[in-house]
T-cell receptor, first 113, second 114 residues
Framework: AQSVSQHNHHVILSEAASLELGCNYS??????LFWYVQYPGQHLQLLLK??????LVKGIKGFEAEFIKSKFSFNLRKPSVQWSDTAEYFC???????????FGGGTRLMVKP | ETGVTQSPTHLIKTRGQQVTLRCSSQ?????VSWYQQALGQGPQFIFQ???????GRGNFPPRFSGLQFPNYSSELNVNALELDDSALYLC?????????????FGPGTRLTVT
């Protein structure tokens, strides 16, 4: 069975600080990897995804993530956060066949202006 | 906003009762997945419907059941409600059940079981 761990449950940063959110997954084969974001009062939406190819993936709003296969990790990064990045961030995986998602527990990010 | 809608927005039920939650998928989408998100946790996959057939199921008991209709809208039914069923129930639709197809999430239905 797949599982996803997000190590940071709550992160507080000041504007312009750099962000890195950790995500590790457990699965015996190939997986597809995702980061979703949920802004206050809004739907879950996709930030970025990795299926294959370049392990450094760029998403919307300046976010990027790096897939490190040897570490089973897919950490999310942003060089300079803004107040509007305040949200909850979820890492997720899906098997190579089918798009059913297994989510991590989420990281709640607060950016102070 | 996505084109996925869910009803009702909020619901309060008593332990032992039954509940039906509804989801309208985005136009052109034939696959609907349901997730349960307990407070402070990430969403957990319940099941998926593709062209009116169940296409995969997570670790949920049989009292969680579903339907998909010819217009690809879907229902989630939960029988014999338990207190632990209190959660946000999310519906997501996609154009297919294939791995490369992005899921679009609805706003959720918050169920409280007392």
């Amino acid at each position: 069975a797949q599982s996803v761990s997000q190590h940071n449950h709550h992160v507080i940063l000041s504007e312009a600080a750099s962000l890195e959110l950790g995500c590790n997954y457990s699965y015996g084969g190939t997986v597809n990897l995702f980061w979703y974001v949920q802004y206050p009062g809004q739907h879950l939406q996709l930030l970025l995804k990795y299926f294959s190819g370049d392990p450094l993936v760029k998403g919307i709003k300046g976010f990027e993530a790096e897939f490190i296969k040897s570490k089973f990790s897919f950490n999310l990064r942003k060089p300079s956060v803004q107040w509007s990045d305040t949200a909850e961030y979820f890492c997720a995986v899906s098997p190579p066949i089918g798009n059913m998602l297994t989510f991590g527990g989420g990281t709640r990010l607060m950016v102070k202006p | 906003e996505t084109g996925v809608t869910q009803s009702p927005t909020h619901l309060i039920k008593t332990r032992g009762q039954q509940v039906t939650l509804r989801c309208s998928s985005q136009s052109g989408h034939n696959t609907v997945s349901w997730y349960q998100q307990a407070l402070g946790q990430g969403p957990q996959f319940i099941f998926q419907y593709y062209r009116e057939e169940e296409n995969g199921r997570g670790n949920f008991p049989p009292r969680f059941s579903g339907l998909q209709f010819p217009n690809y809208s879907s229902e989630l039914n939960v029988n014999a409600l338990e207190l632990d069923d209190s959660a946000l129930y999310l519906c997501a639709s996609s154009t297919s059940s294939g791995s490369s197809y992005e899921q679009y999430f609805g706003p959720g239905t918050r169920l409280t079981v007392t």
